[in-house]
């Protein structure tokens, strides 16, 4: 069984990563930035590192925009 800092680090990790997946760029960070403020409360500052480096990296990736169901990056 996976010790419970462990889950709550992959459930922060999932939100930003759903965050990213349905939302429009400003929303995102927007979203992101709450979300790191909430887990900064109940991560230890290694996680909470963690965390925030998985969230750096996914501000920096260019979004993906579908149009008719083609891919294309703006």
Known sequence: ??????????ACKELISDA???CIDIVFKEICLDIL???RHILSEEDFKK??????EKVQEKAQIEIKGVMVSP
């Open 1 to 10: 069984m996976e010790p419970i800092s462990e889950i709550l680090l992959e």
């Open 37 to 39: 403020f909430k887990a």
């Open 51 to 56: 965390l925030l480096a998985y969230a750096s």
């Open 20 to 22: 990213k997946a349905g």
